[in-house]
């Protein structure tokens, strides 16, 4: 069973103050790494996928790389329009293009 | 393009009464999904679809009917709603190996 546990589960943040969240997996056949972000009331968005270890993408002030066994989310010099929850998931080698999501990890940036 | 549509954005039912959530999208996409989040348990998938006329049970089914009669859409049933089932419900769909796109979300309170 394919399994995502994120750390930590909140994080406060000065304006500026650089961080990594952190999203630890088990899976069976990697097809690819999903970093997601979702705003309070809102459906999840996507920002990333990994797809082997090694790779990494950036997107503004957003790094997200990626081992065997976990991936990093980086965010450099973060502002208050970065506060967020942040979402990683995983997809599996089993069928139907399923991903397994872990329980993500709340960013709030204070100016 | 509109992507993902849920309807309705909030409801509040009674014990035992049933009701359907409605997920259309435009994208035609293959795979489509129907996810509640819950706090301190993530994304949890309830049941999919991998083309029109398909369906299967996810992680977490029971008390829940889908059916994908078009390509289109996607159907959640509840047949006689339970508190347990108040969460927020988000459908998503996908091509095959990319991200999924979500809906904004259907915020369901059973009383």
């Known amino acids: 069973e394919d399994q995502v546990t994120q750390s930590p589960e909140a994080l406060r943040l000065q304006e500026g103050e650089s961080s990594s969240l952190n999203c630890s997996y088990t899976?069976?056949?990697?097809?690819?790494l999903f970093w997601y972000r979702q705003d309070p009331g809102k459906g999840p968005e996507f920002l990333f996928t990994?797809?082997?270890a090694g790779e990494e993408k950036e997107k503004e002030r957003l790094k997200a790389t990626l081992t065997k066994k976990e991936s990093f989310l980086h965010i450099t010099a973060p502002k208050p329009e970065d506060s967020a929850t942040y979402l990683c998931?995983?997809?599996?080698?089993?069928?139907?293009?399923?991903?397994?999501f872990g329980g993500g990890t709340r960013v709030l940036v204070k100016p | 393009n509109a992507g993902v549509t849920q309807t309705p954005k909030f409801r509040v039912l009674k014990t035992g009464q049933s009701m359907t959530l409605l997920c259309a999208q435009d994208?035609?996409?293959?795979?489509m999904y129907w996810y509640r989040q819950d706090p301190g348990m993530g994304l949890r998938l309830i049941h999919y679809?991998?083309?029109?006329?398909?369906?299967a049970k996810g992680e977490v089914p029971d008390g829940y009917n889908v059916s994908r009669l078009k390509k289109q859409n996607f159907l959640l049933g509840l047949e006689s709603a339970a508190p347990s089932q108040t969460s927020v419900y988000f459908c998503?769909?996908?091509?095959?190996?990319?991200?999924?796109?979500f809906g904004s979300g259907t915020r369901l309170t059973v009383v």
């Open positions: 998503a769909s996908s091509v095959t190996d990319y991200g999924y796109t």
């Open positions: 899976v069976s056949g990697l097809r690819g």
């Open positions: 990994l797809y082997s």
């Open positions: 998931a995983v997809q599996g080698a089993a069928a139907g293009n399923k991903l397994t």
């Open positions: 994208m035609n996409h293959e795979y």
């Open positions: 679809s991998v083309g029109e006329g398909t369906t």
